[in-house]
């Protein structure tokens, strides 16, 4: 089943020539109305009527994390703030986050592509969706929530959080769809046992899953627990958000990127080198249709394959194979990215304390876990040297990684120069 | 008036106060007393030693963090009720009590009983116009 059967399966010589089209379009668009991309390009020596190929994409500069903070908030923005209609944010490297602009337009784009993604897991306007992803700037909760209400399903958007709840909820509402992450999902089935609920007489039929890597053990764990078909569905704020790319239901292999809304590149993220379609490296997106903040040639970080070989399912569309790595330090807890350097920034702010710490994340049951341990500085020891104000700026550092980043750490001070010699700023204790 | 106290932060896994009594025996420093204070995850020995500097340089050169904490030390005599006559003057006049400890003399008449106040200024000056004996650092650290 399609959503937008036309487009979905567009022949590939007409999707090159529509992508081709687009992407010159962008480029007269944000050339003149960016002053990012002028200078970028001016720096490059290229202009946007140098691009005349798909081929000449590789000679545009790339972006990255670092120009969205440069550039914070909304310094890549490509249209007046009176024609954007909604604002969406990420973790950005350091302490700012990445802002995203949606205009009325991308809004509608945004939601026809989830439209796209909820179709080719078999979910139609009778199914009832349990939308567990996060609602509010994070991208997850209402890019599914209006993808569903385009294709007139009906949504429970209950959010993330208080497990209890949602499998009353799941019980009693009757819901044959439900999305959030894949260790959220494990989590709920564990909560389930302990409730003594049988999962396997809710409704449930599919699930959508996302937002962190999941192995396919995990996969089939959710699937068993549940007795649903879990899919897996990608997406990055960067680029849109949810939607960029979808499982189809042939056979558990791999997503389809939309791509007569963005261009793939798979690049060596050491050297920046295209690489072959179809050999592990970094993705990197072009969005072709979005107004309000186009980004041409993103870096997303995440390190993957691109499969080539014709699907079943019909769509032409390439696929790409789940992101289980990462090219950079970004750390994703419980579906929250976030980057060491932030934790730093947080501590940095905190009066005494020196930035002297460890990240330590590993499995708590099913969700992620995060200790953060910090060596009690000179400064906050010979001030206080009393249990109470060490455990105060123990509750502030809980505090403050919650406030900005939105998770909440185990926060343990360790003696003096424990952690140096430790080395490794973060050390990760899952297995995906 | 007020007496010094050395406070370490100590991580709660095996060996950690095991090596800060190690550091304080190597350099012939005798303890007075003692207190533990402890949460899940870390604790803080307080000491009351007889070379207050030399214990804060030894431990810092040990790699221990370590701070000189001032405390409140009052002879009170050792029976029933002794506690409780100074408990009664300060909190009388709101002062607040962090935490205390305490031990007894060598003769076994009197204890000595080592106070956290909120407010140690005040504190010696409602004690001593109270007639209890606020022992001064010198004295105690030469019991």
């Given at each position: 089943?399609?959503?937008?059967?036309?487009?979905?399966?567009?022949?590939?010589?007409?999707?090159?020539?529509?992508?081709?089209?687009?992407?010159?379009?962008?480029?007269?668009?944000?050339?003149?109305?960016?002053?990012?991309?002028?200078?970028?390009?001016?720096?490059?020596?290229?202009?946007?009527?140098?691009?005349?190929?798909?081929?000449?994409?590789?000679?545009?500069?790339?972006?990255?994390?670092?120009?969205?903070?440069?550039?914070?908030?909304?310094?890549?923005?490509?249209?007046?703030?009176?024609?954007?209609?909604?604002?969406?944010?990420?973790?950005?490297?350091?302490g700012?986050?990445?802002?995203?602009?949606?205009?009325?337009?991308?809004?509608?784009?945004?939601?026809?592509?989830?439209?796209?993604?909820?179709?080719?897991?078999?979910?139609?306007?009778?199914?009832?969706?349990?939308?567990?992803?996060?609602?509010?700037?994070?991208?997850?909760?209402?890019?599914?929530?209006?993808?569903?209400?385009?294709?007139?399903?009906?949504?429970?958007?209950?959010?993330?959080?208080?497990?209890?709840?949602?499998?009353?909820?799941?019980?009693?509402?009757?819901?044959?769809?439900?999305?959030?992450?894949?260790?959220?999902?494990?989590?709920?089935?564990?909560?389930?046992?302990?409730?003594?609920?049988?999962?396997?007489?809710?409704?449930?039929?599919?699930?959508?899953?996302?937002?962190?890597?999941?192995?396919?053990?995990?996969?089939?764990?959710?699937?068993?627990?549940?007795?649903?078909?879990?899919?897996?569905?990608?997406?990055?704020?960067?680029?849109?958000?949810?939607?960029?790319?979808?499982?189809?239901?042939?056979?558990?292999?791999?997503?389809?990127?939309?791509?007569?809304?963005?261009?793939?590149?798979?690049?060596?993220?050491?050297?920046?080198?295209?690489?072959?379609?179809?050999?592990?490296?970094?993705?990197?997106?072009?969005?072709?249709?979005?107004?309000?903040?186009?980004?041409?040639?993103?870096?997303?970080?995440?390190?993957?394959?691109?499969?080539?070989?014709?699907?079943?399912?019909?769509?032409?569309?390439?696929?790409?194979?789940?992101?289980?790595?990462?090219?950079?330090?970004?750390?994703?807890?419980?579906?929250?990215?976030?980057?060491?350097?932030q934790v730093?920034a947080i501590l940095v702010d905190i009066?005494?304390l020196?930035?002297?710490?460890?990240?330590?994340?590993?499995?708590?049951?099913?969700?992620?876990?995060?200790?953060l341990?910090?060596?009690?500085?000179?400064?906050?020891?010979?001030?206080?040297?009393?249990?109470?104000?060490?455990?105060?700026i123990e509750q502030r550092i809980v505090k403050d990684m919650q406030d900005y980043l939105?998770v909440e750490p185990?926060v343990?001070?360790?003696?003096?120069?424990?952690?140096?010699?430790?080395?490794?700023?973060?050390?990760?204790?899952?297995?995906? | 008036?007020?007496?010094?106290?050395?406070?370490?932060?100590?991580?709660?896994?095996?060996?950690?106060?095991?090596?800060?009594?190690?550091?304080?025996?190597?350099?012939?420093?005798?303890?007075?007393?003692?207190?533990?204070?402890?949460?899940?995850?870390?604790?803080?020995?307080?000491?009351?030693?007889?070379?207050?500097?030399?214990?804060?340089?030894?431990?810092?050169?040990?790699?221990?963090?370590?701070?000189?904490?001032?405390?409140?030390?009052?002879?009170?005599?050792?029976?029933?009720?002794?506690?409780?006559?100074?408990?009664?003057?300060?909190?009388?006049?709101?002062?607040?009590?962090?935490?205390?400890?305490?031990?007894?003399?060598?003769?076994?008449?009197?204890?000595?009983?080592?106070?956290?106040?909120?407010?140690?200024?005040?504190?010696?000056?409602?004690?001593?116009?109270?007639?209890?004996?606020?022992?001064?650092?010198?004295?105690?650290?030469?019991?």
């Amino acid at each position: 089943m399609f959503y937008n059967e036309e487009f979905e399966t567009l022949p590939r010589e007409a999707l090159k020539a529509l992508q081709l089209k687009r992407l010159q379009q962008v480029l007269q668009r944000v050339y003149h109305t960016v002053g990012f991309y002028k200078k970028s390009f001016d720096r490059a020596q290229i202009k946007p009527s140098d691009i005349k190929s798909l081929g000449d994409l590789k000679k545009l500069p790339f972006i990255t994390r670092k120009d969205m903070s440069d550039n914070y908030p909304y310094g890549l923005f490509a249209v007046p703030m009176s024609n954007i209609v909604r604002l969406h944010a990420s973790s950005g490297t350091t302490g700012r986050s990445a802002v995203f602009g949606y205009t009325k337009h991308d809004v509608e784009t945004w939601s026809d592509l989830v439209a796209r993604c909820l179709v080719a897991a078999g979910i139609t306007k009778n199914d009832i969706i349990h939308n567990a992803f996060s609602y509010g700037l994070f991208t997850g909760g209402l890019g599914l929530h209006y993808g569903a209400e385009k294709i007139d399903a009906s949504v429970i958007p209950i959010s993330g959080g208080n497990a209890k709840r949602q499998l009353m909820i799941l019980r009693d509402f009757g819901p044959t769809v439900i999305c959030c992450t894949p260790s959220y999902a494990l989590h709920l089935a564990q909560e389930a046992k302990t409730m003594r609920l049988d999962l396997q007489s809710f409704k449930l039929r599919v699930g959508i899953f996302g937002a962190e890597p999941w192995s396919k053990t995990t996969r089939e764990e959710i699937e068993k627990a549940f007795g649903i078909t879990a899919l897996d569905i990608y997406g990055l704020s960067e680029v849109i958000g949810p939607g960029v790319a979808m499982e189809c239901m042939a056979g558990h292999n791999g997503m389809h990127i939309f791509e007569d809304h963005f261009i793939v590149e798979t690049i060596n993220p050491q050297t920046g080198e295209v690489l072959p379609e179809g050999q592990e490296g970094e993705l990197v997106f072009t969005s072709l249709s979005r107004e309000a903040i186009p980004l041409l040639r993103y870096r997303s970080g995440d390190i993957s394959r691109l499969i080539t070989e014709p699907c079943r399912c019909g769509r032409t569309h390439i696929k790409m194979e789940r992101a289980l790595k990462r090219s950079d330090d970004m750390l994703i807890i419980s579906g929250v990215n976030i980057f060491p350097a932030q934790v730093e920034a947080i501590l940095v702010d905190i009066e005494g304390l020196e930035p002297r710490y460890q990240l330590i994340v590993d499995k708590a049951g099913a969700l992620d876990a995060l200790e953060l341990q910090v060596e009690v500085s000179d400064k906050i020891f010979s001030d206080s040297g009393s249990v109470k104000e060490l455990q105060k700026i123990e509750q502030r550092i809980v505090k403050d990684m919650q406030d900005y980043l939105g998770v909440e750490p185990r926060v343990k001070l360790v003696g003096p120069n424990t952690l140096q010699k430790a080395g490794d700023k973060v050390i990760d204790k899952r297995h995906i | 008036m007020q007496v010094e106290q050395i406070s370490i932060f100590l991580e709660n896994k095996p060996g950690t106060l095991q090596q800060a009594t190690r550091v304080l025996k190597d350099a012939n420093i005798n303890i007075r007393t003692l207190s533990v204070a402890e949460t899940a995850d870390f604790g803080i020995l307080r000491l009351i030693v007889n070379d207050v500097e030399k214990a804060n340089k030894v431990l810092k050169d040990s790699g221990f963090q370590v701070s000189k904490t001032p405390v409140v030390a009052v002879e009170v005599p050792d029976r029933p009720g002794g506690l409780h006559s100074v408990m009664e003057a300060v909190s009388k006049e709101g002062i607040n009590v962090e935490y205390l400890y305490a031990f007894v003399e060598k003769s076994g008449e009197n204890a000595v009983i080592l106070f956290r106040f909120d407010n140690p200024e005040k504190a010696i000056d409602i004690l001593t116009k109270n007639n209890f004996t606020v022992v001064p650092g010198k004295k105690l650290y030469e019991f």
